[in-house]
């Protein structure tokens, strides 16, 4: 079954972590239908980020808890129709920030360009998410292998945008137990994976410390998802 076996490891970027990513323009493959696209955010960052700001002044980034009652290390917040949210009560995504109880704020017109631009460029024609999970790491925040299984259907890709500083997208197969490839992520790099690629196992290493010239000691991941 396409993606079931263990994927392989990386290419050469992962052997220089904070060396100088490829460039621009380039495209790394990660299975059938999964790929990353190097640096193809980085044209639309100056929009991106007072966007980002605008988003969290509204819903301000939190650490939210686990169904077993963890506080969970990575802040997030959301922006869309619908919002992805954890609690005790379990996973799930909800029309209203629970802080708040009012309406998440809506998705900004770069961020919706940018997720249908990349989507596209991955082969994936006509995506309209529904939801975007803005996460913050900082330096020693990890994020555990998982699958994205919340989603009314698996018919949509996923869009991840990575700003900041880099980090180590750990990629598997579609059981937990298959040994994940370390994929390194620079500042611009959007990852797109759906098809027979949609419910690969992926988890983000711990951050080692960095200082990135614009966004300081943090990632800021955007996570795109047709969630209804």
């Known amino acids: 079954m396409p993606g079931s076996q263990t994927p392989p490891e990386a290419g050469p970027l992962q052997a220089d972590l904070f060396g100088a990513p490829d460039a621009p323009g380039t495209r790394e493959a990660l299975g059938p239908q999964s790929v990353v696209l190097r640096g193809f955010a980085l044209p639309d960052v100056p929009a991106l980020l007072p966007a980002m700001q605008a988003v969290v002044q509204a819903a301000p980034l939190r650490h939210m808890v686990t169904p077993g009652g963890l506080a969970m290390s990575v802040a997030l917040t959301n922006c869309g129709p619908l ?4 609690d005790r009560h379990g996973y ?3 029309d209203r920030d629970p802080l708040s109880g009012q309406p998440w704020p809506p998705i900004p ?3 919706l360009a940018l997720a249908r631009a990349a989507a596209q460029a991955a082969g994936f024609e006509g995506f309209e998410p529904d939801a975007c999970l803005v996460n913050r790491y900082v330096p020693g925040t990890r994020l555990s292998l ?3 299984r919340d989603e009314r259907s698996f018919a ?4 991840s945008v990575s700003l900041g500083i880099a980090a180590v997208f750990l990629f598997g197969g579609l059981k937990r137990a298959d040994r994940p490839a370390r994929v390194p992520l620079f500042h611009g790099d959007v990852v797109v994976w759906g098809g027979v690629d949609r419910l690969r196992y992926h988890g983000v290493a711990p951050l080692k410390p960095a200082e990135h010239p614009l966004l300081g000691a943090q990632r800021i991941n955007f996570t795109f998802r047709k969630a209804g």
């Open 92 to 94: 799930r995504y909800a």
């Open 109 to 111: 017109v770069p961020f």
């Open 156 to 159: 949509h890709p996923i869009i």
């Open 146 to 148: 998982h699958q994205d």
């Open 83 to 86: 919002g992805w949210t954890s």
